[in-house]
């Protein structure tokens, strides 16, 4: 199966600060690529747990004593670290978003591109799809996603033309949905607006913002003293949680002080913003947006 090239490997993977007996995590296994580079670094004592909420990466699993694939969704990682014995790990690695290989499986939904069942679901288990989403948010549930997720100024017209159209029958197919939206799409900017519709969409399906939030809300509390976060974001949402919670230990408002002012936060930034480099830009045109961040824990 076609997985992109890892984003920012040496960079995240050195981000880790890799311990060659620690215990790792790879909360975002997709082709493995930043997996085996851990794997690499570790020593014959060395651990390393993934997880993957798609079962298609299970198809990539890595044969070694010293690797588990957990195929769940990383907001469990407290829970499935506990049943395997492990309450605290050495580092923590996540490259979120989309992997090619989702992205370029027509039937997935998840690109403009295909003409396909509305769907998006990273987990085909879950009830929640594209379809869902479309035919039956309310106008007023429709316009804040596309708000809140994709920052679109027109989101009123494009709740209101989709609650109108399916009063003629289910919106079912991604082309569907295309020829109904480029109307109201800025001329040359097509593209470029329908992917930020879908990313809202998607976003609402897989109920991402709110994944990363209890998954970063763990880490803490995982992670061991002088442990590592190695974190890749794709979009300013996704980004400034990470930040924050890098920060401050929330993602609102200002951390608490104790009665001297000194502020208790659990992590301390490790390095500056870490962006690839225009060489790996050219090689892969995913890696154009991803920022990584890394954080140890105090």
């Known amino acids: 199966m076609e997985y992109h090239n890892p ?36 020593g014959e004592k060395g651990k390393l747990f993934a997880f993957d909420q798609d079962k298609d990466a299970l198809e990539n ?36 978003g989309v992997s090619s290989h989702q992205f370029n499986e027509a039937e997935r939904g998840f690109s403009t591109r295909f003409d396909a069942k509305l769907d998006m679901r990273m987990n085909q288990s879950n009830a929640l799809s ?12 429709l316009k804040q996603l596309f708000y809140e997720f994709a920052d679109l100024k027109n989101a009123p017209k494009l709740s209101r033309t989709i609650v109108s159209e399916r009063k003629n029958g289910a919106i079912e197919t991604s082309e569907q949905l295309n020829e109904l939206l480029k109307p109201l799409l ?24 709110q994944v990363l939030k209890d998954f970063l809300m763990q880490t803490e509390e995982v992670l061991k003293v002088d442990g590592r976060l ?15 919670y890098i920060r401050s230990g929330l993602f609102e ?7 001297y002012g000194n502020i208790q936060v659990p992590f301390k930034k490790v390095s500056q913003l870490i962006v690839p480099s225009k060489e790996e830009i050219k090689e892969n045109n995913r890696a154009r947006s991803a920022k990584l961040r890394i954080a140890q824990k105090l």
């Open 186 to 209: 800025f001329k040359g900017k097509e593209n470029k607006i329908l992917a930020q519709i879908y990313q809202a969409i998607r976003i609402e399906v897989n109920q991402e913002i």
């Open 61 to 96: 699993t890595v044969k070694d004593p010293r690797f588990t694939l957990i195929n769940e969704n990383f907001k469990f990682l407290k829970r499935f670290l506990r049943f395997y014995g492990v309450k605290k790990v050495d580092g923590i690695l996540g490259d979120f």
């Open 230 to 244: 190695s974190l890749i974001s794709y979009h300013s949402l996704e980004d400034r949680l990470v930040k924050r």
């Open 7 to 42: 984003v920012l490997l040496r960079e995240s993977v050195d981000g880790l600060d890799i311990k060659p007996n620690g215990i790792y995590v790879d909360v975002t296994f997709g082709g493995g690529g930043h997996s085996k580079e851990i794997l690499k670094r570790l």
């Open 130 to 141: 594209a379809y869902e989403v479309i035919n039956h948010y309310e106008e007023d549930k």
């Open 253 to 259: 408002g200002e951390p608490v002080k104790d009665m």
